[in-house]
């Protein structure tokens, strides 16, 4: 079973950063791409950021310029860092990757989540 594995969640003041982590779990031959998603409390998830393993990045156009997702090629980590928090970035934060599997059929994969809460 491929479940990635997410780290990092907490509690939070407003104006501070947070740097989540996500680390592939499970037997796949490629990784297509990596991501991060969120669900605050009564809305759907969205899309935060997601990248290739080729360092294509792409962002949620609403926070583009509070978020950085970087990668390490070693082990697929993908990291998701988050700048000067807001309340509204309240959410369960999920990883999510687009693999190979060894069948060769494509797989979504999702993490349980990582709970973030951002205090005013």
């Known amino acids: 079973q491929v479940q990635p594995v997410e780290s990092g969640g907490g509690l939070v003041q407003a104006g501070e950063s947070l740097r989540l982590s996500c680390v592939p779990s499970g037997s796949f031959r490629e990784i297509k791409s990596m991501g991060w998603y969120r669900q605050a409390p009564g809305k759907p998830r969205e899309m935060v950021a997601r990248?290739?393993?080729?360092?294509?990045?792409d962002y949620a156009t609403s926070a583009k310029d509070r978020l950085t997702i970087s990668r390490t090629d070693a082990n697929n980590t993908v990291h998701l860092r988050v700048d000067s928090l807001k309340p509204e970035d309240t959410a369960v934060y999920y990883c999510?990757?687009?693999?190979?599997?060894?069948?060769?059929?494509?797989?979504?994969?999702w993490g349980q989540g990582t709970l973030v809460i951002v205090s005013s």
């Open positions: 999510n990757e687009a693999v190979v599997l060894g069948n060769y059929k494509l797989m979504d994969a």
């Open positions: 990248i290739t393993p080729g360092g294509n990045t």
